[in-house]
């Protein structure tokens, strides 16, 4: 579904992202792992065309993205819920879900969508006029991929969803994570600093560090790899 | 400075300095005068403003400030300006002292918007202060001498005072001062990581630059045997000192000499032929067109120039 | 105590005045990130245009607002691409940029007024704006209470787009947080530009109410710019019903500073207050 070939993205002059491949089949859980600064958050923001790549190619559904905004990327259904959520602090917890379906064919569905939100984040909905700021960071979370879900994604990315929570709650996250792709058939690809959970919910990972991809594998493999304690002991 | 360019200098400095011998006409002494005013006020303009890149909307307090402090000084006591400048810019430097600390402390347009305030308020107390001639001035005796001799030494002396800015401007340019304003300008909290006390440094571009501002200001009262609030905390003034520094480039020291010769010239030339609105529309539109061009017209000469050095490849990676 | 209470109102009337003056430019420093210091200055011209219409060809100053309005909105979307597009996106400090750029408008603007209509000051009256108003015991010229009505029609109308309808959300959504809204599909260029041509829009009415309470001049925009600005920094940029609490405030302050101080004390007070006030929040109001 997502095929991403040989990236190159650079911050000024610095090449924070070089030759990087990787590739997202339909109805898999992919993970995307490494220590901090790999580069991970850039290849993403490429990705959904908040960055313009100076190099190599990404399709989705046989389309070719490469360059294209983030605005038009959404529309073919790949959704990123990004590293710091891009919640929109003074709006409701309702306003920003809302807006989550602000592309016409996910307006459509808005009032069926956010029930299956609710129904999915309970919590939400009790808090629906809260000021999005004031939620804490579990919550907030929440919302975050809540409001990617109001998009109707084909392919949910989300750029570490555990980040500042305690583990219980990014425990409970990443589980539900899992759901979202058992119970909804949805393809994600999920970057996380709690690897070996991440490993174990996943099909697939790709291993990403100083800008390049160095491993890859079923996830089942990555997780007995000895290189591969030494990333995530490391962490 | 390259000893040609120096020598270059010089040359140009000792032929102005000879041209009343030419006997010209008045108005060429006034206008050149004029003009070394403003280049004299755009370069000490340029010491916080283009070096450091704290834009002040509201220099013109200082020139008013200085202005006043020679105009008191002759009708108290009878002292004449023409030897009290330097204490004119005392006063402005002081004033800028007092003011300073809180004022630099804030950014970007913050700090531009605040300095123009300032001019309006000291504007508006000396309107108030009938002891500084209130709203109608201070009217100031004329020299007493014949008009052309009169002429010739305003003439040279804003052309000293012209001088005398470049100079501090250059000093300044070439120092760890000015080596640390640039790093203010390039990243300020950077260069407060990096252990410049960027609050010290501002205060002293500050003062320096006000008090040459004041001095500028002490002679032009005199200049115009007149001093009012109207006069001394224009905003025309104020705008165009600016936009000289901006236009001709406010990064290297010939920049505001460059901006404020061709301005003075346009801006002259379109007040004669058309009229005067026409020539502040002028300015306006160059103020609008500088925004694209940060670094004025030294700025653009110096790309023309680095572009044709031969050992350029003519690369760096394709910028994001 | 009769006169405080009388110069209470009409400082409450000024100020919804102000408060449609000011609402644009809260508007543009807020969410469009330009410091449109020319602000008052288009506002002035649409005063001016209100004037000429009136007095050449008897429309009257409501209608005119009804007809610039849209017109300066269109001017608004013409100048983004060409002028504050490339200075937000490209500049290193938009702020101090767009503000250097919209002061040259602003003199531009001045000069071509002068130029146009003499420094004369002009007074917008109509036959019914001499006519006396009776508002909870005050006695108010009728030209004022409109423009005050127009003010608060104007600052409600800006909320009510804002927070009720989806498009202004999503307006909102940019200015919280660009790169979340683009990741919903929002676009985000165009929103800024929209919200730029509304703020331009809305000066337009807000210039024409000011023309309406005030005999104004090419340089009147400057006393109006500082006023606004006042108001914009103390009720923070982008925050409508707080720009409208500030613009109560300011009024009520001008109002009763008119009434009980002397003539110079005015000015003194507005820009002391806009000094201090930037002084004392140095980090700016930026979000």
Known sequence: ?235 | MGRRAALLSLLVAVLLAAFPYSAPPLYALSFLTVMFMYIALAESWTILGGYAGYVSFGHVAFFGVGAYTTALLLLHLGLSPLITFPVGGLTAAAFAALVGYPVVRLQGPFFSIVTLLIALLVGLVVKNTPALGGTTGLWLPFPDMPIELNRTIFYWLMLLVAAVTIGAAAWVENSKLGLGLMAIRQNEAVAEAAGINTVRLKLIALILSAGLTGMVGGIYGYLRSYVSPEIVFDLNIAVTLFLMALFGGCRRWPGPVLGAVILSVLGEFLTLNIGEEIARIAYGLCLVLVVFFPDGLIGLVDKVRISRKPAYKGGHAAER | MNIVWTSLISGLLLGCAYAGAAVGLSLAMGMARVFNLAHTALGLVCGYLAYFLLTTRGIDPLVAAGLLAPLMFLVGLALWPTLFRPTVRGVADPALSTSILTLGLAIVIENLLSKVWTPNPRVISTAYSNQAVNLLGLTAPAGVVIAAGLGLVLVLGIYWFLNRTFLGLAVQAVAQNPDGARLVGIRAELMSMLVFALSVGTAAVGGVGLAMIYSFGPASYFDWLLTVLLIVVVGGAGAILGTLAAALTVGIVLGLGGALLPQAWNSLILFGMLFIILLLRPYGLFR
Not at chain 1, 65 to 72: D, H, L, Q
Not at chain 1, 170 to 195: C, H
């Open chain 1, 1 to 235: 579904m997502l095929e991403v070939r040989d990236l190159a993205v650079y911050y000024g002059p610095f090449p924070a992202v070089r030759e990087a491949s990787i590739r997202v089949e339909p109805g898999q859980l992919v993970g995307l792992v490494g220590p901090n600064g790999a580069g991970k958050t850039t290849l993403l923001r490429a990705v959904s065309g908040l960055l313009k790549p100076a190099a190599g190619r990404i399709l989705f559904d046989g389309f070719d993205i490469t360059g294209w905004p983030a605005e038009r990327v959404c529309e073919l259904g790949l959704v990123h819920v990004p590293e710091g959520r891009g919640l929109f602090p003074r709006l409701t917890v309702l306003d920003n879900l809302r807006l989550g379906a602000y592309l016409p064919r996910a307006r459509v569905e808005m009032d069926r969508t956010l029930k299956e939100v609710f129904d999915l984040f309970p919590r939400l909905h009790e808090r629906r006029r809260q000021l999005a700021g004031t939620l804490s960071g579990g919550e907030q979370q929440m919302l975050a991929i809540g409001r990617g879900l109001m998009a109707r994604p084909r392919l949910l990315i989300l750029d570490e969803p555990t980040l500042g929570l305690s583990p219980r709650l990014a425990y409970e996250i990443l589980e539900l994570v899992k759901r979202l792709k058992t119970e909804r058939g949805l393809t994600l690809l999920v970057v996380s600093q709690e690897v070996l959970h991440l490993l174990n919910i996943a099909d697939y990972a790709f291993v990403m560090e100083t800008g390049r991809i160095t491993a890859e594998g079923p996830a089942s493999a990555l997780i007995s790899d000895p290189k591969m304690r030494q990333v995530y002991v490391g962490l």
